[in-house]
């Protein structure tokens, strides 16, 4: 038995509380090396006086390249969970596994309390269970300047006439907050039902991530007034809102910056920014700054989240933002920069005011520390969807692809994973439909892949328009109001992709997820109590047999073929 493949820690994510006296273990092991695992576990409180140990079968759940995971969903009517497991591998050998490690599978070392995992006592607030709302929501991402401009009146000076290229760094269009408003009815016809705006407080660039005041709305943007109309009228249709705060860094010019700059070490706002030097600036020799900022550019300022006066400031922006406007949810830009400290903080505080608030924080790469333990519920997904984009590219194998997705599935805990952000393309990244050279069959693939797996799907937009764009600005084109027949019959797929997907969100947020390879056809398997939901993409270069059940959403599928490039979703 590979016993270094043998991992289980209690109060990690290999343990997840789903609700009261419920919880999920789970156990990795080395991938093809063992043949059956038994949970053996009790109440220690009552096995101690006598009550026998439980036995059951854990199920196989998913793997990775390298690894087998396990897992078993239990109910403990006392809340309290003593535990180990029995492990036997392919050749027959049997190892017991538990807090000091591996053991001989003796009866009487099972008697050993010692051997035992322990939950001592399961609290469900520890869960930190995501609001209910998240799973069942199909974002739509906004960079308000290029949206749509509803009113010429707030235009910047020298705005580019609408969707004229190429879009630069400095550019402007006008969108604005109207925009968005005027669109309300769009929207809510696709289908999608959470609205992610880029930032839109005041700043002096097109997209807003230098906020010179969190309180205002950035005037070419509009007013409070159309804000607390575009969230009322997003609300009366059943869309939910989420603003993104930028706390990492202010622009250079907020007034708290440009006071460091004026008034030097004497500024009352001295100390709420990384500074190692006075006065604040380049070092005329090095000409290395001494002060830090986001990224290596002086533009933005690092933020002091330790000092309680910038802890208070930023508390007050969030919570203004709730009380005073109704926002569901916040995206926190570069969250992965900032201390986990003040995170805690702020997201006690913010869920002080709105217990079902959606708290989203920035971060590319695995993130554990950042979900729960009183901080996000979940973060922006991107390692679970940029592989999406390869597969559909043959830039992935069928079975690293799996693996990979595999992978990510198993950092979170189901519940956070139902709420993760996953989003293939934004506002940071080249455009889907550009990164899958404009093949828009891809593309409603890549889609459909996306609106299969668990988590919060998020469309960016004019993705349902075929709106493309490289590397940023580039990604940042304006949308695309005028679509041809093409794009309309795209617009169509989404809007039909869309509400197959909230029809289906709650078998689809289950964590009953299988693949099957077949040459190069890739099924993905949803069951749920109640039926079994199945995508099958055909990356081959040949047609094969369509799937004995009709399809309920196709492309490619040709008097019972499924053809090369096409897929197929059906359920049982
Ligand atoms: C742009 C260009 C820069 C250029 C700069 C100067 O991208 O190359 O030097 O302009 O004009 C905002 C704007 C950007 C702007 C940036 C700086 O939207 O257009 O940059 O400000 O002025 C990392 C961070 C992640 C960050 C991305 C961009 O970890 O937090 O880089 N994302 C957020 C927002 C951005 C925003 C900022 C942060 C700053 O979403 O829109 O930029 O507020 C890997 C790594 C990631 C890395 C990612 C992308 O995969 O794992 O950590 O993200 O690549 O680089
Ligand atoms: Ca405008």
């Given at each position: ?29 080395a ?32 793997a990775?390249?390298?690894n ?8 403990i ?5 003593i ?36 939950l ?55 969108g ?5 408003i ?10 999608i ?12 660039s097109?997209?807003k ?5 969190h ?10 007034a ?15 809102v ?10 250079e010019?907020?007034?708290?910056w440009?006071?460091v ?25 090095t ?13 933005m ?7 309680p ?42 869920r002080a ?25 979940a ?26 997705t ?63 764009g ?41 964590d ?7 040459g190069?056809c ?7 109590a ?6 099958r ?16 959403l ?8 499924l ?10």
């Open positions: 038995m590979l016993l270094a493949g043998i991992l289980h820690r209690p109060e990690s994510e290999d343990t997840a509380i789903l609700a009261d006296h419920c919880v999920t273990i789970r156990l990795k092991t991938l093809d090396d063992v043949a059956k695992i038994e949970m053996i576990y009790a109440d220690m409180y009552l096995w101690q006086e006598g009550t026998p140990m439980q036995t059951t079968e854990m199920h196989r759940g998913l990775t390249q390298s087998q995971y396990w897992t078993l969903a239990v109910t009517p006392t809340n309290r969970l535990y180990g497991f029995r492990i036997t591998d392919k050749s027959g050998q049997t190892i017991g596994y538990g807090d000091d490690g591996f053991f001989d599978d003796q009866a009487t070392n099972w008697a050993v309390a010692g051997h035992y995992f322990h001592p006592y399961l609290h469900v607030s520890d869960a930190e269970l995501p609001p209910e709302w998240v799973k069942n929501t199909v974002w739509y991402q906004i960079f308000p300047e290029r949206f749509a401009n509803g009113d010429v009146t707030n235009d910047p000076a020298n705005v580019t006439a609408w969707g004229q290229g190429p879009v630069r760094r400095e550019s402007f269009y006008g604005d907050l109207k925009g968005v005027d669109h309300l009815d769009d929207l809510a016809d696709l289908g039902n959470g609205l992610y705006l880029c930032p839109i407080f005041t700043s002096p097109n997209h991530y230098d906020t010179i005041d309180f205002e709305i950035d005037p070419h943007f509009g007013t409070k159309d804000f607390q109309a575009l969230v009322d009228g997003a609300h009366e249709r059943g869309i939910k989420m603003l993104d705060a930028v706390f990492n860094h202010f622009g010019q907020s007034p708290q440009q006071d700059i004026k008034n030097g070490q004497q500024s009352r706002f001295a100390d709420w920014f990384h500074i190692h030097g006075w006065p604040v600036g380049r070092d005329p020799q000409h290395q700054l001494n002060y830090e900022t986001f990224a290596t550019g002086a533009a300022p690092k933020v002091n989240t330790q000092n006066a910038v802890q208070d400031y930023l508390i007050s922006v969030t919570k203004y933002w709730v009380e005073q406007f109704g926002i569901d949810a916040w995206r926190f830009d570069v969250a992965d920069e900032v201390d986990h400290g003040f995170w805690r903080k702020l997201c006690g505080a913010l005011v709105k217990p079902d608030i959606y708290l989203l924080g920035e971060a590319w790469h695995s993130s554990q520390a950042l979900v729960n333990n009183g901080q996000f519920n973060v922006m997904n991107y390692p679970l969807t940029q592989p999406i984009p390869a597969l559909f590219n043959h830039e992935l194998s069928l079975k690293e692809y799996v693996g990979k595999n992978l990510q599935l198993t950092q979170y805990r189901l519940p956070n994973q139902q709420a993760m952000f996953n989003a293939i393309d934004t506002h940071d990244t080249p455009r889907l439909l550009t990164t899958l050279n404009g093949d828009v069959t891809k593309l409603q693939a890549a889609l459909t892949l996306l609106m299969l797996l668990p988590g919060s799907p998020c469309l960016y937009y004019g993705t349902e328009v075929g709106v493309a490289g590397a940023d600005p580039d990604n940042r084109r304006c949308m695309n109001w005028q679509p041809n027949a093409d794009e309309l019959a795209l617009k169509a797929f989404v809007k039909q992709l869309v509400g197959f997907r909230r029809a289906h969100a709650s078998a689809l947020a289950s009953e997820l299988s693949w099957k390879i077949e190069q890739l099924t993905l398997n949803r069951q749920s109640t039926q079994l939901i199945s995508g993409f055909n990356l081959g270069t040949t047609a094969v047999a369509a799937s004995a059940t009709p399809a309920v196709s492309v490619g599928v040709h008097e019972h073929q053809l090369a490039g096409g897929f197929e979703v059906s359920i049982n």
